[in-house]
């Protein structure tokens, strides 16, 4: 099963600004998701786009999926301290849409 | 936030002692997972199930086991703790309807064995 590879690996932002990561993979996918994870606790649902969506909005979220590049990102607008998290893409996993891979994830800091 | 629980929170415990890790939802899904994690790692998937009495190994081996014999409820077991056990496991549970491939995670369960 294949796995993102999230971009960068940390980030450190000032609050206001914009945070955006990336998750490149290899083999096609269906769908792809990503995920929050604040501080060691479980993880939250953000956002899933499929394959034949470009770009989808979720509130401050916008998540794009370029399947030719096999690459995603997700953009974080206006941050603020408690967008202060582990970002994490996820990809199906052995064939099924219900089985997924997580990548190392993102760290990102927002700075008050 | 999703409801699903798991318990305890955090458990320290000493080589060889049996142990398991409790996990529940209540929002009737059919399928359960539980993923191991060290601290900034990724996620890895230790077992699934995708109903009652189903239960597989997922892509990280692990000398746990776990039990599915009511939808709501998913409990590991570990027979005999050892500190190579020590990690954060997190459960989750998905919706089998349609295309809503989402899950949901619980808390989280922090062990340590000395």
């Known amino acids: 099963s294949q796995q993102g590879e999230e971009d960068p690996q940390a980030l450190s932002i000032q609050e206001g600004e914009n945070a955006t990561m990336n998750c490149s993979y290899k083999?096609?996918?269906?769908?792809l998701q990503w995920y929050r994870q604040n501080s060691g606790r479980g993880l939250v649902h953000l956002i899933l786009?499929?394959?034949?969506?470009r770009e989808k909005h979720s509130g401050r979220l916008r998540v794009t999926l370029d399947t030719s590049k096999k690459s995603s990102s997700l953009l974080i607008t206006a941050s603020r301290a408690a967008d202060t998290a582990s970002y994490f893409c996820?990809?199906?996993?052995?064939?099924?849409?219900?089985?997924?891979?997580f990548g190392k994830g993102t760290l990102l800091t927002v700075n008050p | 936030e999703a409801d699903i629980y798991q318990t305890p929170r955090y458990l320290v415990i000493g080589t060889g002692k049996k142990i398991t890790l409790e996990c529940s939802q209540t929002?009737?899904?059919?399928?359960m997972y539980w993923y191991q994690q060290d601290p900034g790692m990724e996620l890895h998937l230790i077992h699934y199930?995708?109903?009652?009495?189903?239960?597989e190994k997922g892509d990280l081996s692990s000398e746990s086991t776990v039990s599915r014999i009511r939808t709501e409820h998913f409990p590991l077991t570990l027979e005999s703790a050892r500190p190579s056990h020590t990690s954060q496991y997190l459960c989750?549970?998905?919706?089998?309807?349609?295309?809503?491939?989402?899950?949901?995670f619980g808390p989280g369960t922090r062990l340590t064995v000395t």
């Open positions: 989750a549970s998905s919706d089998v309807k349609g295309t809503r491939y989402e899950q949901y």
């Open positions: 083999t096609s996918i269906n769908n």
């Open positions: 786009i499929r394959s034949n969506e």
């Open positions: 996820a990809l199906p996993s052995g064939g099924s849409n219900y089985k997924l891979t």
């Open positions: 929002m009737g899904h059919d399928k």
């Open positions: 199930s995708y109903g009652v009495n189903s239960t």
